[in-house]
């Protein structure tokens, strides 16, 4: 093996021997028995092959797609490429390339090749047009192919270019540039890719952030934008299935990080203790083919994962390498290698994968023997905006910590930015967009492999109850968030509307029906758990805890001013009524005594009526980062949540209890929160609710007992531990240790 680093070109004696080689290599391949035996066969089985796929889909009606996929493909492969001189002379010439290896590279990418040099020099021009932020090496290795355009790789400045005495196959090839490497992950790529901008970060990202992982692949597509390979499926029977394969890759199918059974070495990162501890790829694989599921298999059987990260997207030119054909040259060893992979893992295949085609659900996310769970929402969580989807949030989170499986269907069908992302991150398929009735589709296509569904909300539960009942054998779960006939009731009350009244009527009655429906009415207090067993005996009905916090504030000395703060989403009209009335029953009798006194709003969504109050006394914050809102508790001296109607436990008072920041609230506020009077005041009408804020802007002493006591009330139930404890319980969901791992990462 021969080491050339850029700058000097081989010896002239070595570009003869080179010439040499190809010249004899030309002359054999003229000669009247390659062309009859050879070429000839391989000729007529790829036309006999053509044929019987044109009679299949005419047959089956998949001819016009296929046509249509056949001729955007012809139009790419038609659009002028570059010759090698062209490449030299344009914009993307070996001498315009550079890299800056690091000295302590993170990730050590390899690109194989057996010369095929202008692929090579574009897999490189891609990679330097999107740089990746990790600091790298780059290794390119040739396997003694003699192609004497190698010395233009020479110009390619920053690369370390290898070449083998001998031609030792793409599989050995990988071992030898892999011990060569330094980084703590080493990318494998193939010279027949292109990458697109995150490609390599993404990897780095998703391995740091999952040490129960060891190895990390690429969505990989085709240069017509279709989808090559989401992840791989390995069947019962030894077989693969490129999942997703020509499908569209911006399916929600394919979006999401997913545990898998292999993802294909052409863009594939390991991390290179793991791969040295292996011996790297297993020889007994010697050329190619089948290494990738082996080094999969046995990465598993050793207790590592192996993920599927659709960030990460690579355009992969298949079959430039080795070609297509499986009868002939390096290719015939796909087959030959596949049999050599069913009789080493049969008791593995036999036991936890499927039969080819069958349970695709399951299969694609390696989940033969986990609990799978459909979760439904108005929405998709936005838990920084409002109370509901923090809980839900924390509900998600509890599932995956369970090691369950998630699939989340948004009753809006709308991709959230910013927010259905986190939910891919985390390991969850969000089944946004397509027709809004696209529901009963999908549940009599995946109903049956369903373990479990947790509805939301009684208008959103409405509307699936019917289509599961029907399709899913699931064990159905129903959290309400709060009972929403009771909250109308109030509201009736409060503002004299005999309107509302009849609202609250026709609720109750949809959410009796939904309880007798489900398995399970989950609340998030037990007061309005024994309400609904009241109502109906007949009924399952658990208290949950709603939110659960990783930290909490400190005890400490109160902060400088006389800033009050109230917070809230003011898409949920208690909220937006609650500052109304304090702003025009409340904070005048407080200002009257404290004059310094100002108020601070804080909260998601805020509409005309709350934008109008800013003024002097009043700031408004709107859509505050988590961040940013922790920033603003910590300023203020007293926390307000003067809610005149509602039901549940409310994340405002929950939060001021968290932060330490001593709480004025009504009775409505303290719903839920059993002895939460005994740290926090709770006041039934304005005079006393001023008094109980004036207090606390005096008394620094109370300030300070009020901050301890929140704190050890918060700590003792809203832990993050407990919320997904109490859930995961009351559902009826177990955990496993496998789950609990790749959380707590």
Known sequence: MRTYQAGAPPPAWELACWRLAIARDRMLRRSTGWVRSVPGANWLRRQIRRMALLLWWTVTLQLPRHAAWWFRARRTRRRPVPSLAALIAGSISPASLRFDPSPAPVVSIIITSYGKVDYTLRCLASIAAWPPDAAVEIIVIDDASNDPELVHLELVRGIRLVINPTNLGYLRSCNVAARLARGEFVLLLNNDTQVRPGWLDSLAALLAARPDAAAAGSMLIYPDGRLQEAGGIIWNDGSGWNFGRDDDADKPAYNYVREVDYCSAASLMVRRAVFEQLGGFDEAFVPAYCEDSDLAFRMRARGWKVLYQPRSRVVHL?????????????????????????????????????????????????????????????????????????????????????????????????????????????????????????????INENGPELDCVLLSRPDVAQAYLGALKQQSPARLIYYGHDLHFRRLALQAEVMAEPAIARDAARMERLERWIWRSV???????????????????????????????????????????????????????????????????????????????????????????????????????????????????????????????????????????????????????????????????????????????????????????????QLGYARERFSEAAMRAAFLESAGIGGNEAGEVQRAA
């Open 318 to 442: 298949e079959g430039v390498s080795h070609g297509t054909d499986t009868g002939s040259g390096i290719k015939r060893h796909q087959i030959i290698n596949q049999r050599r992979f069913v009789q080493r893992w049969a008791g593995t295949l036999a036991h936890g994968h499927s039969a080819p085609g069958c349970r695709v659900l399951r299969a694609r996310d390696r989940a033969m023997g986990r609990t799978i769970v459909l979760v439904i929402d108005h929405n998709v969580p936005e838990p920084d905006r409002d109370a509901g989807s923090s809980t839900m949030m924390g509900f998600v989170e509890a599932l995956l910590s369970a090691g369950a499986v998630v699939k989340f269907w948004p009753h809006n069908r709308r991709y959230s930015p910013g927010y259905t992302e986190i939910l891919q991150d985390l390991g969850v398929e969000v089944l946004h967009g397509g027709r809004l009735d696209a529901f009963d589709d999908w």
């Open 519 to 709: 398995d399970v009415a989950l609340y998030p207090s037990q007061e309005e758990a024994a309400v609904v067993t009241g109502l109906e005996p007949s009924v399952t009905a658990r208290a949950v805890v709603p939110f659960g916090f990783a930290e909490f504030g400190v005890t400490r000395m109160p902060p400088g001013g006389h800033n009050l703060l109230f917070v809230g989403g003011f898409a949920h009209q208690p909220t937006e009524q609650a500052l109304l009335w304090f702003v025009a029953e409340v904070l005048p009798l407080i200002r009257a005594r404290c004059s310094m006194a100002r108020l601070v709003v804080a909260g998601s969504r805020p509409g005309p009526k709350v934008r109008g109050l800013a003024g002097a006394a009043i700031s408004i914050l709107p859509d505050l980062s988590a961040e940013e809102l922790r920033g603003v508790y910590a300023t203020a001296r007293v926390v307000v949540a003067p809610l005149r109607y509602g039901a549940g436990v409310k994340l405002k008072v929950v939060e001021a209890l968290r932060e330490g920041v001593p709480l004025v609230t009504t009775p409505i506020g303290a719903q839920g929160l059993p002895g939460v009077e005994r740290v926090a005041s709770v006041v039934p009408d304005p005079a006393t609710f001023a008094e109980a804020v004036v207090r606390l802007l005096a008394d620094d002493l109370l300030w300070q007992v009020r901050c301890a006591a």
